[in-house]
């Protein structure tokens, strides 16, 4: 299954050992992101790690993890279809991931509830995710 995945999913992941975080790592999951992702990651660092118990070469470890797991995706591979995303997207903040799922045909991994206001992009929560697996 291929879905590009959002920020919030990779937070819940790294946030607390969780089913959300086993299917991350699941062998039939295709799962892309933006580019921008790494440098969310980078600039909550620290309210990662104070959720956590986690220590910052733990922090490390996981990011170099999650690199192998997913396919980031350059803007530039993506850009012709942000004009598109930010009709499509309910929400202005998540245009990127409407744009990169348009370019790739595929769904958003997402719980934001208010995703799902459009018809243009399946929008799959967790517990849908873990039905079709």
């Given at each position: 299954m291929e879905l590009v995945v959002d920020a919030n999913i990779l937070f819940s992941a790294l946030v607390k050992n969780s089913f959300t975080a086993e299917l991350l790592?699941?062998?039939?999951?295709?799962?892309?992101?933006?580019?921008?992702?790494i440098e969310e990651f980078l600039k909550y660092q620290e309210v990662i790690l104070q959720k956590t118990s986690r220590t910052k070469e733990e922090f490390v470890t996981i990011m170099h993890q999650l690199k192998d797991i997913f396919t980031v995706v350059p803007q530039e591979e993506y850009s012709k279809f942000i004009d598109?995303?930010?009709?499509?997207?309910?929400?202005?903040?998540?245009?990127m991931y409407f744009a990169l799922a348009l370019k790739l045909k595929c769904g958003i991994?997402?719980?934001?509830?208010?995703?799902?206001e459009q018809d243009k992009v399946?929008?799959?929560p967790t517990e849908e995710v873990i039905k079709l697996i």
């Open positions: 790592f699941d062998d039939e999951m295709k799962l892309y992101t933006p580019e921008f992702i598109e995303a930010e009709i499509t997207s309910p929400d202005k903040k998540e245009v991994w997402s719980n934001d509830k208010k995703l799902k399946k929008v799959y």
